[in-house]
Nanobody
Framework: QVQLMESGGGLVQPGGSLKLSCAALGRPFLPYAMGWFRQVPGTQRELVATITTGGATSYSDAVKDRFTISRNNAKSTIILQMDSLKTEDTAIYYC??????????????WGQGIQVTVSS
């Protein structure tokens, strides 16, 4: 069974950068699209960025041109490079896997979440 483990969150000043990593433990290769979501308490979880097994990417309008998603299929890892961070990027960030049933529909297909705080 796969387990997603996020790392790299923390506190950063506006305009700064952070890099989030998500490792899929227990599976040598994941033949699925993967992505990052974020959620502010009391609001809906929103999709931030996605990447297919072939490397095709998509971004929400809120992060386009500032965030970059990438993946290493051999290591079953995805990365979210976040640059030019804004206070409104503050949220809990989740890694997820997309299957035929949808995002995070199977056991272990959501990470536990990691806090990103952008503040001066």
């Amino acid at each position: 069974q796969v387990q997603l483990m996020e790392s790299g969150g923390g506190l950063v000043q506006p305009g700064g950068s952070l890099k989030l990593s998500c490792a899929a433990l227990g599976r040598p290769f994941l033949p699925y699209a993967m992505g990052w979501f974020r959620q502010v308490p009391g609001t809906q979880r929103e999709l931030v960025a996605t990447i297919t097994t072939g490397g095709a990417t998509s971004y929400s309008d809120a992060v386009k041109d500032r965030f970059t998603i990438s993946r290493n299929n051999a290591k079953s890892t995805i990365i979210l490079q976040m640059d030019s961070l804004k206070t409104e990027d503050t949220a809990i960030y989740y890694c997820a896997i997309y299957s035929s049933e949808g995002w995070g529909a199977r056991d272990g297909f959501w990470g536990q979440g990691i806090q990103v705080t952008v503040s001066s």
